[in-house]
């Protein structure tokens, strides 16, 4: 379930992006200084990407590499921007998924340990329980013996007392 929801969040980005790079690319008409930051950030990525392609391809990495002219380093500057902006995006999107799983799994463990504790609490209230019949169950057993032994000693007085009775 979570894929097709990924694809479709991504989608919405990258069709997000599109009017992000036109801004862009408005603003870097407008602005000088913003045009040529942008432009020295697409000339050295240019420079990057064709140098790790050279390696890549084992071409020669000695010849120099040829800039961009102005509008394509626009044009790759607003893409580079705008697919950063999709990356960090979805980087946040993930990592705030990350913080409210972990945040979930913290609460059901939470919930695991106060039944542990509750379940152990129970059993040393049972074990108590337990105990305490045990004991009660001893002092029953002691004063059944002391009435035995009670009544084995009357009967036998009882019985004393009957013989005398008759030899009188």
Known sequence: MILPVFKLCTLALKTLCKPIGKRIKKQAGLNPKFRQSIINVAQANHR???????????????????????????????????????????????????????????????????????????????????????????ELEQIERERSILDFLNFRHSKEAENRIKYV
Not at 87 to 92: H, K, L, P, W
Not at 120 to 131: C, F, N, Q, S
């Open 48 to 138: 990057l990407s064709t140098t790790l392609q050279r390696h890549i391809y084992n071409r020669a990495t000695d010849i120099a590499i040829r800039p961009l002219n102005e509008e394509k380093a626009v044009q790759a500057a607003a893409d580079l921007l705008g697919e950063l902006f999709i990356f960090t995006v979805a980087g946040t999107a993930v990592i705030f998924e990350v913080q409210n799983r972990s945040r979930s799994e913290a609460r059901k463990e939470e919930l695991r340990k106060q039944e542990l504790e509750a379940m152990k609490h129970k059993h040393e209230e049972l074990a108590r329980e337990v105990g305490e019949l045990k004991h009660r169950l001893e």
